[in-house]
C-alpha cells in the first residue's frame, strides 16, 4: 500500500512542497493542508509544478482550510481532489504509513 | 510621545502562525499613540487580505475584518506589492480594501524611509 503524504506549508514561503514531492514515489497520495493549500490554486505561480505532479501522483487539498484563505470557490489545479475532514480520515485508513511534512 | 512613521512589514499568511494576527494588534495599537502607520503586505503576507474568507470553517474567529476598520483607525497608508500579487494569481480586485499597490523597488524604497519597521 503506497503513502499518504500531508504538507501544511505554502509553497511560496518554504521549499517543504518541493521536498515532499521530490522524497514522493509514484502513485502516492499527497494532501495539502493548512497553508499547504496555496499550493492548488490554479492562478498561482507554483500550479504548474503541481499540475506534472498530477500526472504521476494523487494530489488532495483539505476543502476547509481552502474556505477558510478565501478561496472556497476558487479554480484548482487540473487533477487536484478536494476533500472533506471524512475524506482526510479516509486517506490516512487506506495508506499504511503517512508522513508529515511540515 | 514623538511622532514617527512606523511601517509594520506582513510577509505571512493569515492563519499558518499567529504572526498576522499579532502584528494587526500592534498596528492598531500603534495607530491608538496617534503614530503614522504604514501597512506594507509582500510574499505571503498578501494572502492576508483576500477577501470572502471564511475562519469558522475551521472553528476560528478570525482576525482579518478588521483590515475592514483601518479607517476608524485613521490608517490610510495600505501598500501591496504587486509581484507578490502577480506571483499568487491575484489582483487588487481578489482583496477585501482597496491598497496602494508598488513594485519591489518602490516597497525597498518604503522600507528605506520609514523611522521604525516591525516585521513578521
Redesign the interface.
Known amino acids: 500500500m503506497s503513502m499518504l503524504h500531508t504538507v501544511n506549508k505554502s509553497p511560496f514561503a518554504s521549499p517543504t512542497l518541493a521536498s515532499c514531492l521530490a522524497h514522493a514515489v509514484d502513485g502516492a497520495a499527497v494532501l495539502l493542508i493548512e497553508d499547504g493549500v496555496y499550493a492548488a490554486l490554479a492562478a498561482g505561480s507554483f500550479a504548474p509544478t503541481l499540475a506534472a505532479e498530477a500526472r504521476r501522483l494523487r494530489l488532495y487539498v483539505l476543502a476547509p482550510d481552502l474556505a477558510a484563505r478565501g478561496f472556497a470557490d476558487a479554480a484548482l489545479v487540473a487533477g487536484v481532489k478536494m476533500v472533506d475532514y471524512e475524506g482526510f480520515v479516509d486517506l490516512a485508513a487506506a495508506h499504511s504509513v503517512v508522513q508529515a511534512w511540515f | 510621545m514623538a511622532h514617527k512613521k512606523i511601517l509594520f512589514v506582513n ?6 502562525t499567529a504572526a498576522a494576527c499579532e502584528t494587526l494588534e500592534a498596528a492598531l495599537i500603534a495607530a491608538a499613540f496617534d503614530q503614522e502607520v504604514h501597512l506594507a503586505f509582500l ?2 503576507g498578501v ?1 492576508q487580505l ?9 472553528g ?1 474567529k ?1 482576525f482579518t475584518e478588521g483590515f475592514l476598520d483601518l479607517a476608524e483607525y485613521d490608517i490610510d497608508h495600505v501598500w501591496v506589492e504587486a509581484e507578490s500579487l ?5 489582483s487588487e480586485h ?1 482583496l477585501m480594501i482597496p491598497v496602494a499597490l508598488l513594485d519591489r523597488a518602490a516597497m525597498a524604497a518604503l522600507m528605506n524611509n520609514a523611522d521604525l519597521v516591525f516585521s513578521a
Open positions: 510577509r505571512k499568511a493569515p492563519y499558518g510574499d505571503d494572502f483576500v477577501k470572502h474568507q471564511q475562519p469558522a470553517a475551521l476560528l478570525g502577480a506571483e499568487r494569481g491575484l481578489d
